[in-house]
């Protein structure tokens, strides 16, 4: 009898760290969503992404990729919140050893969008932590006056958090569509 109870409460304590985590690194994602005539734009950055855990990991010449899943949402009152639009962008390095030169790639839902050979850090660290003007739907998907918010969780590969659960940071930004 006692060990069910000993596996909840190990149970119980791992998830309030987990969101204790979470929570904390909630404060590192900046989003910014910019609405045009006839698109809706994110920009967004992983602040504190590039720490030491991840330039080790390139340096070793492990690929490195950071994911971000994007939601546009608006609040539904009596159910849960509707998803107007969703990508999932991926931003990868895989570093030469040999040459001194990374590879950088950027996915969309699974497409290469586009690729970078460099030799400079700030450049891989801005390819890697931040999105300028991301194109995620045409405002033509959204209701004149309506409250939405841009949802991002942001994790990376390979983990280097305690017991190999998965690092999240989440963010959101909030906005009224007024045509």
Known sequence: MKTPRKATWFGVLSMVALAAAIVQAGETLRVKPIIHPDQVLVSF??????????????????????????????????????????????????????????????TVDGRIEASVVTEDDDVVRRWLTSLDRFTLCNTSQ??????????????????????????????????????
Do not use: C
């Open 45 to 106: 950055e992983v602040v504190d992404g590039y720490n030491s855990d991840v330039r080790d990991a390139i340096a070793s010449g492990l690929r490195t990729t950071f994911s971000y899943q994007v939601e546009l949402r608006t609040v539904a009152r009596m159910w849960l919140d509707r998803t107007i639009a969703t990508a999932v962008v991926g931003t990868s390095d895989r570093y030469d050893n040999l040459t001194r030169r990374h590879t950088l790639v950027r």
């Open 142 to 179: 959204l209701d004149p006056n309506r409250e939405y918010y841009v949802r991002i969780s942001a994790s990376v590969l390979p983990n280097h958090t305690v017991y190999g659960w998965t690092s999240a940071i989440i963010g959101q930004a909030k906005f009224t569509f007024i045509p």
